[in-house]
């Protein structure tokens, strides 16, 4: 018996405990069965122990070396390192497919433990749902992509992995990514479940946005991870290139972005439940999309590898998604109207709305410029190219408003600002942008549009910073030392606090991008020993190259000075490796030194014996300022997403469960601050 | 006054921002250098031999040549759209890296325009309605008025409110001055 029969076994029993939760959980529900539900988060729990058991057995087949199974003999090798090996079980589509499978049992598993903080009339159909979507993928897992078939004849050793997949970020990107994409799931079986009861209250509300913060935290900790591989591996001295597959990672988070938004209008204000159920709903369907475009390769990428046969399951599975949906969504239409009216346009709301306008915007220009190469195909019979001057043409600028947007909403109040107050609360930003604007050109920065977008920034960021600054004020007046008043504000106003320092992230990313963008400089030369070349500022001497042979894999390195402001800084070592299995595919070996928050990226893009070399230098400035932003966007989600302790039971009378419904308003007291008064009275 | 004051700064803040903006409009296009000039061509065009990567980003031979051949047109006297131009008429369409604003490809650019459009249509007759739902409202006409209330009930109310803010959070429970 080997552990891949262990595999096949677990799976087949993982597919029929999932088949039988779906309909156990939805008798439950309908009979009103509690016995029957209560059986249902036990066999969760099973599919959830059967596919840890498959991916134990998959991972113990990788790490004992067993070529009889296929996908083990495809994906590893002797030579590989044990933990490139044991990360082989996501490096191709059939493990990938059962990583996805177990992250979901996991997380269906992670929701019967906490069911009892979701509203109880929906946890059958969320299991139901979560088991469905399970059941698909379990059925393309024992059928058409299993990671378990054996081959007739077991390989004496095995092909290996990609070597483009052998790098540290192999370990941590496609699981966060994968982890992401499954996450939405969650959100989308709370949709489900809300349209078939009909419930969609505070309470369901409350569940489905804590879920739906966590994939979006998963998403954008996969997102800059992605770009950060990019950066690290791919050798083109950026780190999005709008590939159709980073697309298809950003339009759920997108669409995930604009329903935390305006979910809390439905929190404060009970407006938009359809448009709630609609974003929720669009960003299930657009990673399951994302994936189909992935593995059926319909579409040129630098992702190419993954490419399969499983793309049509994927698309049906999708086509089925979004008509069971749309069937719902018509059959519960009528029960959905609001529960209060719009006040004024100059509102948070108001705000809200736009900020979903331009973000769906975003997303459809994303997704069109995605597609449009098929359509083109289909009619024109040309293959044309939707690349990054499309992208940034049509999405900066949406993206450059939507930064401005962010650091004037969070000062409306809800349902109606002064004009008066938002010219007070306007004045510092606008202040940081005019200065911003004026210091620009006497440093030397000449394009308008660089001077727009940074303008934009230190408006946002000023916006941000000084409504900060205003609560701790507040909080010190009370007698609060001012790093206690800040922890305080964090402390009780998780998610409004937690939401800005998401958008000072988000404003830090948007400054890397933009520097790097306008700003790089880039140069090429092939250099011989003692000859240097300069770089906007930096020097670079080159003295030879260095080539190491190991068994599997030959390294070699070009050996140069970096001499910055007269001094030398430090030796680099910008090269390639060539596996022996992979030889026309080297890989890169890039330097990356970074001095302030400028990048110095060395390439080694050719050499010649060992006394030669192409070099190609970039110099990014701001570069840093993109991790650093993903990390603060990242911390914010994770303070928003924190439970917050349970409330002490207050009674409800006066409507105070209005004033103190969560994260809102209170910034500062109402009754100490003017600011707040229209939102409260 | 005071509101005249501060409507006033914000003004001239902002007449300050466009006017260094327009300023920098006017001047920029002519302090781009022929290395900048060459990037931004050859960044608009695609690299036939490698794997989505434009001439400016392609370290393959015949990328360095195309910038060889971007950097001598531009030289001689060429626009951006003429060097672009000549390769087009070299490659086809293929050869660009976003669609052209001609044809059929127009439709790749109008589409998520006329989608914003239509969007910001939305939003406004969306706003609209629900705005004019509100003045038809006769409940809602005088909710700006003080509604009469017994005034130890105010007080008893606003009491109750302050000690659940206090229960809250310890900073509403100290006596504090006005703020602003």
Redesign the interface.
């Known amino acids: 018996m080997y552990f891949s029969d262990i595999g096949i076994i677990s799976l087949i029993l993982a597919l029929g405990f999932a088949v039988f939760t779906m309909v156990v959980a939805t008798l439950g529900a309908t009979r009103e069965l509690p016995q029957l539900v209560a059986s249902a988060k036990r066999s969760v729990l099973t599919v959830a122990f059967f596919l840890i058991l498959a991916s134990a057995a998959l991972i113990a087949s990788f790490l004992t070396h067993d070529f009889g199974v296929s996908y083990v003999a495809q994906h590893s090798n002797l030579a590989m390192p044990w933990y490139y090996t044991a990360s082989a079980f996501y490096g191709g589509q059939e493990g990938s497919l059962l990583y996805w499978a177990l992250m979901l049992s996991i997380f269906s598993a992670i929701f019967v433990f906490t069911a009892k903080r979701a509203p109880t009339v929906l946890v059958p159909y969320v299991m139901a749902t979560l088991m469905g979507i399970e059941t698909f993928l379990l059925i393309v897992l024992t059928t058409v992509s299993n990671p378990f078939v054996r081959l007739p004849v077991p390989l004496a050793d095995g092909v290996g992995l990609n070597p483009l997949l052998m790098d540290p970020g192999m370990l941590i990107h496609p699981p966060m990514l994968l982890m992401g994409y499954m996450s939405f799931s969650v959100p989308f079986a709370f949709a489900v479940a809300a349209m078939i009861t009909g419930k969609l209250d505070s309470e369901w509300l409350r569940s489905i946005r804590g879920w739906m913060l966590a994939a979006w935290s998963i998403q954008t900790l996969g997102l800059v991870l992605g770009a950060w591989w990019a950066y690290h591996v791919l050798g083109w001295g950026g780190y999005w290139g709008w590939d159709p597959v980073e697309n298809a990672a950003l339009l759920p988070w997108l669409t995930a972005t604009a329903f935390l938004h305006s979910s809390m209008v439905q929190e404060r204000r009970g407006m938009l439940k359809v448009w709630n159920l609609s974003l929720v709903i669009a960003s299930f369907a657009l990673s399951i999309f994302g994936t189909f475009e992935v593995r059926s390769g319909i579409i040129n990428s630098v992702h190419s590898f993954a490419y399969s046969a499983i793309g049509a399951y994927f698309l049906a599975f999708l086509v089925i998604v979004i008509v069971f949906s749309i069937g719902l969504f018509i059959f519960r239409l009528p029960k959905l109207q609001p529960e209060q009216e719009f006040d004024s346009v100059i509102s948070r709301e108001g705000s809200f709305l736009f900020n979903n306008l331009l973000l769906v915007g975003a997303m459809f220009a994303t997704l069109w410029g995605t597609i449009f190469p098929l359509i083109s195909n289909a009619v024109r019979h040309e293959t044309l190219t939707v690349g990054p001057p499309f992208y940034n043409q049509v999405d900066g600028p949406i993206f450059i408003v939507l930064i401005l947007a962010m650091g004037i909403g969070p000062l409306l109040a809800w349902r109606h600002t002064s004009t008066r107050a938002l010219r007070r609360n306007l004045g510092i930003p606008a202040l940081a942008a005019a200065i911003c604007a004026a210091v620009l050109p006497l440093l030397g920065i000449r394009d308008i549009w660089a001077n727009i977008a940074f303008a934009v920034c230190s408006f946002s960021a000023g916006a941000i910073l000084y409504e900060m600054w205003r609560g701790v004020r507040v909080r010190h007046r009370h007698g609060e030392p001012y790093l206690f008043a800040l922890y305080m504000l964090f402390e009780r106003y998780r998610q409004r606090y937690g939401g800005y320092l998401v958008h000072l992230g988000l404003v830090m990313l948007a400054v890397g991008i933009i520097g790097s963008h306008f700003f790089q400089v880039q140069q090429d030369a092939v250099l011989k020993p003692g000859q240097k070349m300069d770089v906007a500022g930096y020097k670079l001497v080159y003295f030879g190259n260095i080539d190491r042979t190991y068994p599997d894999v030959e390294i070699l390195t070009a050996q140069l000075q970096v001499w910055h402001d007269g001094q030398l800084q430090q030796y680099i070592y910008p090269g390639r490796q060539l596996y022996a299995r992979f030889a026309n595919q080297p890989t890169s070996l890039i330097s990356i030194t970074t001095y302030g928050l400028t990048d110095l990226y060395v390439f080694l893009a050719n050499w010649n014996g060992p006394s030669e070399a192409t070099i190609r230098v970039f110099v990014n400035p701001l570069v840093p300022l993109v991790w650093l932003g993903g990390i603060v966007m990242l911390l914010g989600g994770i303070i928003c997403w924190w439970p917050q302790r349970r409330k002490r039971s207050i009674p409800d009378r006066v409507g105070a469960g209005v004033v103190l419904g969560g994260e809102g308003t209170l910034a500062s007291p109402p009754s100490l601050s003017n600011d707040n008064k229209e939102a409260t009275t | 006054m005071r509101?005249r004051r501060?409507?006033l700064?914000?003004l001239a803040?902002?007449a300050?921002?466009s006017s260094?903006?327009f300023?920098?409009?006017l001047?920029?296009p002519a302090?781009q250098t022929l290395d900048q000039r060459v990037?931004d061509v050859a960044?608009?065009l695609?690299c036939l031999v490698c794997?989505?990567?434009?001439v400016?980003?392609?370290?393959a031979t015949l990328s360095?040549q195309m910038r060889g051949v971007i950097r001598q047109q531009l030289q001689s006297g060429k626009s951006e759209q003429e060097v672009i131009q000549y390769f087009v008429s070299r490659y086809g369409?293929?050869i660009?890296?976003?669609?052209p604003w001609q044809g059929?490809?127009l439709?790749?650019?109008l589409?998520?325009?006329a989608?914003?459009l239509g969007?910001?249509l939305l939003?406004f007759l969306?706003?609209r309605s629900?705005?004019s739902?509100?003045d038809k409202?006769p409940l809602?006409a005088d909710r700006t008025e003080s509604v009469d209330i017994d005034q130890n009930e105010l007080a008893y109310?606003q009491k109750?409110?302050?000690q659940?803010?206090a229960?809250?959070?310890s900073?509403?429970s100290?006596p504090?001055?006005?703020?602003?």
């Not at chain 2, 504090?176 to 602003?180: C, F, T």
Request: no cysteine.
């Open positions: 509101k501060s409507l700064i914000f803040v902002a300050i921002i260094i903006w300023y920098t409009f001047i920029s302090r990037h960044s608009q695609k794997q989505g990567e434009s400016a980003d392609s370290p360095q369409d293929r660009l890296l976003s669609p059929l490809t439709l790749a650019w589409v998520p325009i989608l914003m969007g910001i939003l969306v706003l629900w705005q739902q509100l409202s809602d109310y109750q409110v302050a659940e803010l229960a809250e959070d900073v509403f100290r504090g001055s006005e703020v602003d």
